[in-house]
């Protein structure tokens, strides 16, 4: 069922998106050279720094996926973050002072004064690579959400947001971007609060914010910390400390998206002031995110939910040979809903452990009905996967006469396989689905208005910083580099103008044919880190190893993509166990131990 917003709404997120994009443009019109352009001038204080590199990560993937990771497993994805703060120290004491020292305008500058081109020119283009592919899925992000509440094509709606985001990043750059952040954060600060509050007045009066905790922490939402080394589990205190170390060194250390940011400023302390204020509110606004998603997930305790988010999808299934199956499941759920209702009144007036226990194990029922529901949703709606588990099924009821065989080991777990595979399609995966939903059916007029403003001011913020970066690259370490003739400034600047619109036109194209993984968050995070462990690599190599020199490095380089890539796939098709934020660790140790193993072997006459 489409959702019609109000006047109000619409009131108040179309003059929220006009006032941002039209003051990022006027404000920022006329750079007339590189230095403007591109660093915008070296004006930015450390606040609009901070602020900046916050707009730059928070996505609408942000509040999107967090939320709906939140409401389905807890807080505990914040220890992915745990890393940041020590990525921030790290990167105001080496990276920033080397790079504030040489006055680059990009982070590969550096690594051609260092190695050499062929080098500075690989690193770049994996950047754009890995770089463009996210910038597009910022974009179709909030274009699912559209999608949802007005109606439209998709593919229209991509077109739309990228137009925008287009206007006045073309027109003012660096500057631009900047300038527009600190409205968008303001923006998001005010409605992910607005709508915590708004959360907690909905929840039963006799219930307090206490209580909601309470309920919250009896089904394990609220448990933050794993200190387990268990590769089974994607978000352990270990892999935020270790693996997103590594991914956040990387990410804003070497990320030009995020570089440029800090480019920006008046001077290398209102830099490192900028980050270092990043690191210390980045940690618990991500918490403070997620608490939002387990408060939705409390008032769900307490008000029927769907069994499944995307209601186009619900239709699908209802409509199919499957419909009366789905409608068992949405009976159970609802004499699930009674009981869930009256333990969790209960156990605010008793706390008794044994209502604890029961409300874990009714959510856990819950979420068995809600595996159950996708998989019935994509047999409804794909043919060839009906037809492929139709086929396993009956092979391995025909073998499990013998279960002991291996040939019945194998089709079993290629059965269960494609049952788990049921869960990640587009069309079934509801997380991302499930703030939106809230916020349409249940939060008053003018705070939807807000909260959509919200969610699209934090997409536009990124995607703005990321089509940025990207024409940059292009523009400083592709095109600038190889120039045979200086051209002027009026030249590059109009060059890097036709580039940003260019990879604007990249984004919204990739938009367009982007799918949805386990979630959109997961998704971004596991492109990142396929790529910038080996990056970060590089540069702590160029650091710190000064006997290293660019061909070994190169090399290793290209070895390292390679088998990071292999890497992801066997996890990918479950031949080995490996939480994807590892990568980051594994590629930045492997390229560094190729590049030492090369350097003495390779012939002193081949130019570094």
């Not at 990410?251 to 990043?278: A, I």
């Not at 030249?491 to 260019?502: D, I, Y």
Request: charged content about 15%; some cysteine; hydrophobic content about 50%.
């Amino acid at each position: 069922m489409q959702q019609t917003l109000d006047w109000i709404d619409w009131t108040v997120l179309i003059v929220t998106l006009a006032t941002i994009v039209g003051y990022g443009t006027w404000k920022t019109r006329g750079s007339k050279n590189v230095q403007d352009y591109v660093r915008g001038g070296n004006s930015s204080k450390w606040w609009t720094i901070g602020l900046s590199v916050m707009a730059t990560q928070a996505s609408a993937i942000t509040f999107l996926s967090t939320t709906g990771q939140a409401f389905s497993d807890g807080m505990g994805f914040v220890q992915f973050y745990f890393g940041l703060p020590i990525a921030m120290v790290i990167i105001c004491l080496v990276f920033i002072p080397l790079y504030h020292r040489l006055k680059v305008y990009t982070a590969y500058e550096f690594l051609e004064n260092r190695f050499d081109l062929k080098t500075r020119t690989l690193t770049a283009i994996l950047f754009l690579i890995q770089r463009g592919l996210a910038a597009g899925i910022t974009i179709f992000a909030p274009a699912i959400i559209l999608s949802v509440v007005l109606g439209w094509n998709i593919i229209t709606l991509n077109i739309i947001i990228g137009v925008l985001v287009i206007i006045y990043t073309v027109s003012g750059g660096t500057k631009a971007v900047t300038v527009t952040q600190k409205q968008q954060m303001f923006v998001i600060f005010a409605g992910m609060i607005a709508a915590l509050v708004i959360i907690i007045n909905l929840i039963p009066d006799k219930v307090s914010f206490t209580d909601a905790i309470d309920i919250a922490g009896a089904t394990g939402k609220m448990q933050v910390l794993d200190f387990s080394f268990d590769l089974n589990n994607r978000y352990t205190v270990w892999t935020g400390f270790i693996g997103g170390t590594f991914l956040m060194l990387s990410y804003f250390g070497t990320d030009q998206s995020q570089v440029q940011r800090y480019l920006s400023g008046k001077s290398m302390k209102e830099m490192q002031m900028g980050l270092l204020f990043n690191g210390l509110l980045k940690v618990p606004m991500q918490f403070f995110i997620l608490l939002v998603g387990v408060m939705v997930f409390v008032f769900y305790q307490f008000n029927p939910s769907p069994l499944n988010f995307i209601d186009a999808s619900t239709q699908k299934v209802l409509a199919s040979e499957y419909g009366n199956a789905y409608k068992t499941l949405q009976d159970k759920q609802a004499e699930l809903f009674d009981t869930k209702q009256r333990l969790s009144l209960a156990y605010t007036e008793s706390k008794n452990p044994d209502l604890k226990s029961e409300l874990f194990a009714i959510d856990s029922l819950e979420k068995t009905y809600r595996s159950e529901s996708k998989f019935l949703i994509k047999k409804a709606i794909d043919p060839e996967y009906r037809d492929e588990y139709i086929k396993l099924q009956k092979e391995v009821e025909d073998l499990k006469s013998n279960p002991e065989s291996e040939i019945y080991k194998e089709k079993s777990a290629q059965l269960n396989t494609l049952y788990k595979d049921a869960a990640k399609d587009t069309e079934t995966n509801d997380r991302d689905y499930m703030f939106i939903t809230f916020i349409l059916n249940h939060l008053p007029k003018g705070l939807i208005g807000l909260l959509l403003a919200v969610i699209l001011s934090a997409a536009m913020s990124s995607t703005a910083s990321e089509i940025n970066a990207l024409a940059t690259i292009t523009s400083i370490d592709l095109y600038g580099r190889n120039l045979k003739d200086d051209k002027g400034e009026q030249h590059m600047v109009n060059m890097t103008k036709w580039f940003t619109f260019g990879w604007g036109i990249v984004a919204i194209i990739i938009a367009c044919f982007a799918n949805l993984a386990e979630n959109l968050i997961q998704l971004v995070n596991i492109i990142g880190s396929i790529f910038y462990g080996n990056v970060l690599g590089i540069f702590l190599l160029a650091f710190f190893f000064k006997h290293i020199r660019g061909h070994a490095v190169f090399i290793g380089a290209l070895i390292t993509q390679v088998f990071i890539i292999v890497l992801y796939f066997l996890d990918n098709f479950e031949i080995i166990n490996l939480p994807y934020l590892w990568l980051n660790l594994i590629g930045c140790v492997i390229v560094m131990v190729i590049a030492h193993i090369l350097q003495p072997i390779i012939p002193k006459k081949v130019k570094a």
